[in-house]
């Protein structure tokens, strides 16, 4: 549709500027331009002169060039005419294409586009808004009144809302993960959620030396304030003492003194395994005697670290511990093979290790797909005799245990090179919003082990058969 521009309108009205212009004068006789101009306006005189002369329809004259003449009886004005015949008639298909775009160009009019609605009443036309019922309900059942009830329509194309809460963070999804396996794999969570600890838990029970290097305070976090803790068993913690002065039968012990004041110290725990020995003594004191168990927990610890791009302060630690009789080595090489392969680690190497706690001791590697290298996952072992015996353990009873960080493999998982940018308060929420649910890749687990595994059990039952 034509629509004029407002000069397009003006024009239509009352003539071009040239139209104007000759019309402001009388024929053949002299008038000042500056009067043209007056009467009407210095721009549209401006244009208008310009035009009229061209087609000579006006002369200049006097000295100066300061008088115009008109000298012609009659003018046409054929674009106010056209401009006139779009208001007429404003469909463009009715005109000239090639004028209508020159007027186009000349921005005295602009092609429009114009939709109309017609609106009537339909059939469900009330006057009154209705609201649908949109779902069905027990209450329609019952009446009957299902049978007639209009519902409101459903939209199955609508995409839905992005929830804007609840978003777990990466090292939660991968925490809900794990824990997913330990279940499957019949294994009871450890409560975890102390996150002071008594030295005697941390260290003690687990029959870390006092004077070990781990619990100096460089390493550990010491508690202020309550600075000691308020018990421990009285009777364990002197059987403890004596593991730890003098040894069992068979051992010698670190032969010092142990010291119940050091034990007592308050800490912030530097490993769940704390929480593993506290569980380990309440299985062997429990009502009715030991039962065989597996436990796990994932959850923080503490560590007076130098802080870089691979070590905080504190991170979290996924740590599973079996107790049952006559279990070994070869059963803790068997349980990795299966828990390792739900986390998508198809290929383990173990490296001997020393703990305080556990002997044999073995760092465990894993094989990684993407990263192409082995990298270090874990830390695992059979307690130790001096560990289990004080608590009252059946002496047939072993635990096995590993623990591995959390972190670790859920920088693998989601691709982050620096830990803050995961944990702490550098730690963008949008990141975390947008990572995706983090799927696990489980590799089928094989009904047995690997030669080379099975060749390493072998060897190792053999072994322990002998002793
Ligand atoms: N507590 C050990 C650590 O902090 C892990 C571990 C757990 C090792 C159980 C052996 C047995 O690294």
Redesign the pocket.
Known sequence: MIQLTDEGQSYATNGTPEAQYVNALVKDEETLKTDVEAKIGAQLAKIGFGKAMKNKWIKIGGDKKEKVTRCVDKIEDKDQDLLASYVANKEEKKHDKKVVEQMKKRQLLAIITEKTFKVTKGKNYAPDFKKLPTTLTAEMIRTGEWKNVAFKKQNWNASGLNPNGGHLHPLLKVRSQFRQIFLEMGFNEMPTDKFVESSFWNFDSLIQPQSHPARDMHDTFFIKNPKMCKDVPEQYALKVKEAHEHGLEGSRGYEYDWKMDEAMKNILR????AV?SKMLYNLANQEGGFKPMKYFSIDR?FRNETLDATHLAEFH?C???IADYNIGLSHLLGIFTTFFKKIGIDKLKYKPAY?P??EP?LEIFGYHPTLKRWVEI????V?RPEMLEPMGLPKDVSV?????SLERPTMIYYDVKNIRDLFGHKVSLTSTKKNPICYIQEIEPKATLSPADQKVADEVEAKLSKQ
Do not use: P, R
């Open positions: 530097t490993h769940t395994t593993s610890v630690q740590e599973g511990v703990n706690y556990t001791s874990g830390n695992s072992g307690f096995i245990a590993w623990g591995l």
